[in-house]
């Protein structure tokens, strides 16, 4: 067939033009596509709500892809496991509880099943500040393309709705940053040092609401709460995710 390079310049315009004026009215806005960004985004979408993920960075997969210093290798520990199979990433057991699985292949098939269960990417989009109204809970997000940002171009930010919004912006904790900067009455702790099995095992209680509108899930939740960091192991972050769309879903479920 012959090829016209406008036309093919006017089906990506057209067509995401599209998409993005749909989205501008969501359901759940999640900040961040790493891994507990990813697994919520699959599973939200999966439950049939309106879901994006907006991305600053060209890929999502946050940290996952290099795994530990640019092995690509995760570790996933015993609870987080089944969230592995859920999504049908391959692991194998190295010592009893510590089951290690392809880090490429884990973003991939998280990335696959957001798609596949409805949920959009906006990726080379930055937050820069969040929407609050008269009842002091966050609705939506101011956003610009990550190039403007990183070039300081003065240029007007975009504006979308969001009912929930989830920062899963990783050791940047980037949302709760800006209801911070415009005095939001919120505490961020900051990420503490390195200790895997502390922080492992206290993500999903700082898996919650932080702001009215707004929940911190993976690095970022401990980012809030000062908690650890735990380095290449990753079934919390998988885990944080999973309560994060369950967290966003019984909200919608009261809004």
């Known amino acids: 067939m012959k090829l016209d390079e406008v036309t093919i310049s006017r089906a990506i315009l057209q067509t995401h033009a599209a998409i993005f004026s749909d989205y501008l009215d969501l359901d759940i806005a999640i900040v961040g596509g790493g891994p507990s960004g990813l697994v919520c985004a699959a599973l939200a979408a999966g439950e ?10 060209l890929s999502v997969g946050g940290g996952m892809w290099g795994g530990g210093m640019t092995f690509p290798r995760i570790v996933v520990q015993e609870e987080g496991k089944r969230l592995l199979d859920h999504f049908g990433i391959r692991s194998t057991l190295f010592e009893p509880g510590y089951y290690v699985a392809s880090s490429v292949e884990s973003v991939a098939k998280l990335t696959a099943a957001a798609c596949d269960a409805g949920a959009e990417f906006f990726n080379l989009t930055s937050v820069e500040d969040v929407v609050i109204k008269g009842d002091g809970r966050v609705s939506g997000l101011v956003i610009t393309s990550t190039p403007v940002e990183m070039t300081g171009l003065h240029v007007d930010p975009l504006t979308l709705s969001a009912k929930v919004t989830i920062d899963a912006t990783g050791h940047d904790a980037v949302v709760a940053h800006c209801i911070k900067k415009k005095k939001g009455e919120i505490t961020i ?67």
């Open 48 to 57: 049939g709500k309106k879901v994006a993920v907006i991305e600053k960075k």
């Open 189 to 255: 702790h900051g990420e503490s040092f390195m200790w895997a099995e502390r922080a492992e095992t206290n993500i999903l209680d700082h898996t919650r609401e932080i702001f009215p509108g707004v929940i911190a899930c993976g690095m970022a939740a401990n980012a809030v709460a000062g908690e650890a960091r735990m380095g290449a192991v990753f079934g919390g972050m998988l885990l944080s995710g999973e309560k994060a769309a369950q967290i966003a879903q019984d909200q919608l479920n009261t809004i």
